[in-house]
C-alpha cells in the first residue's frame, strides 16, 4: 500500500501500468511529472466525469449522457494522456474535424448552432444543443459557417492535480470494449 498526503491507498490499479507505457521513451508531459507523486484513480475519475464536471450534458459514453458533444466511449484508444490532458486544460487547442461545431441561419433569420454530423456539395447535417438532428439545404441559408472555438469549457484551474489525473485516467480507460 502507498502513503498518499498522509493517507493509504491500494496499489494502483493495472491501468497504471498500461498508461504509463503509452509514453514514447523521451517525452515527458505535464501529466508524467505526477506520474510517482499521484495515484491513477479512474473509478474517482469517472465518478468525477460523471458529477462534479458535468461531462455528461454534453458527452456520452457508452449509452450514458447528451449527444452534443464527441462520444467518448473509445477516447482512451485514439488518444493518448496528454492529448486528453490538454483536451481538459485547452479544449480548442485541437479538436477532430467530425466534432466541429457550425453555425447556420435559416432564410428567416433563425441561428441555429450544432456539433456537425455530415455535409455535401448541397447540404448539412447537424446535432443541435437538444439532440435534434436537422438537416438544410445549403441554396436557402443566408449563412453558413464553421465556429472555431470549442464548445466545451476549459477545466484549467478548476481542477486539482489529483482530480486532473484522475479524470485523464478514466478516459485512457475509455476503449470501446466492454469488460463487465
Known amino acids: 500500500m502507498a502513503p498518499l498526503n498522509g493517507k493509504v491507498r491500494p496499489p494502483p490499479p493495472p491501468v497504471v501500468e498500461e498508461i504509463v507505457r503509452e509514453f514514447p521513451p523521451g517525452v515527458i508531459g505535464p501529466i508524467t511529472k505526477r506520474i510517482s507523486k499521484i495515484y491513477f484513480d479512474a473509478v474517482r475519475g469517472k465518478a468525477l466525469f460523471e458529477g462534479t464536471g458535468q461531462c455528461l450534458n454534453c458527452h456520452r459514453v457508452k449509452d450514458k449522457g447528451s ?43 433563425v441561428t441555429i448552432t450544432g456539433r456537425l454530423l455530415n455535409q455535401d456539395t448541397f447540404t448539412v447535417q447537424l446535432m443541435d444543443e437538444n439532440e435534434q438532428l436537422r438537416s438544410f439545404q445549403k441554396s436557402i441559408l443566408k449563412g453558413y459557417s464553421f465556429i472555431d472555438k470549442s464548445q466545451m469549457p476549459s477545466y484549467k484551474g478548476k481542477l486539482n492535480a489529483q482530480d486532473l489525473t484522475d479524470l485523464v485516467s478514466y478516459l485512457a480507460s475509455l476503449k470501446g470494449i466492454d469488460t463487465q
Open 67 to 109: 449527444r452534443t458533444g464527441p462520444d467518448l466511449t473509445e477516447i482512451g484508444s485514439v488518444r493518448r494522456l496528454v492529448e486528453l490532458e490538454r483536451s481538459i486544460l485547452e479544449p480548442g487547442a485541437e479538436m477532430f474535424p467530425q466534432n466541429r461545431f457550425v453555425r447556420v441561419v435559416t432564410g428567416d433569420g
